[in-house]
């Protein structure tokens, strides 16, 4: 079955370089399928989209991946690779109080990783995505919670942990951190009201996978209340989170030669996709 809500990193003409990269330092990755446009790899299982956009946009660490691995080994040897190809130290490699090793990096694409060793159990997959609420978004880490709980299904909240008092610059109960799967896909969620110098982009995005026009219509309804749409199925919520609401046939059409022009033309024309003017595309 293909994951609903697959994470999508933009890159500017290295795509296919970071995927390699990636598969040869994450356990059990591979690259699944490969464009001129689009990189598919799936790690431990987890599928993460890597999208040839050009300089439009970069990622930036307000969505970050927080990546577990029961052998500190592992950790060890994806920090130095991350490091000896450019990566750029957030948070140093070390001891802390919710981890025996831990660190935060930008790699040397712009994308964010908390590389923690930790028990599986506690998270339940290998790669979680991260929210970092900052600046004019700081305080609304809960609000997207209670969100994105109302739209999607089969919600599970693992808990919520909250600034205390003496936890300055931050204010005493906003959320420190949060654990919360989305239609069986977990997700991170942080307050920070430091002087970061990012907010929420098209850099990293969430795709949906949708069988069905009724869905489409759906998640783009709720999304957008209070966002703004974009073109190509692309949309930003409220918090300024990006997510694309994409037909599950949409991958079928663009590997078929005798349909992926159609079938581009097409969808280029629209915002929200219309999956039978999609599928009629194709056939004139």
Known sequence: MQQQITPCLWFDAQAQEAANFYCSQFANAKIVSQSPIVTEIEVSGQRMILLEGGPKYKPN???????????????????????????????????????????WINDKYGISWQLSVGKMSDVGQKITPSLLFVGEQYGRAEEAIEQYSSIFKDVKLDGIMRYGDNEQPDQAGKVKHAQVAFNGNKFMFMDSAHAHKFQFSEGVSFTIYC?????????????????????????????????????SIIGKLMTDPAKAGKAAKAFMEMRKFDIEKLVQATLA
């Not at 577990?68 to 070390?94: F, K, T």
């Not at 069905?212 to 309804?221: K, L």
């Open 61 to 103: 660490p307000s969505i970050s991946f927080f990546y577990l691995s029961e052998d500190a080994g592992e950790i060890d040897r994806i920090w130095e690779a991350m490091i000896n190809d450019g990566g750029q130290v957030l948070m140093a490699l070390d001891k802390y109080p919710w981890s025996e090793k831990y660190g």
């Open 211 to 247: 069988d069905t026009q009724e869905e489409i219509d759906y998640y783009w309804d709720r999304l957008t209340e209070n966002g703004s749409e974009s073109m190509c199925g692309w949309l930003k919520d409220k918090f300024g989170v990006s997510w694309q609401i994409v037909p």
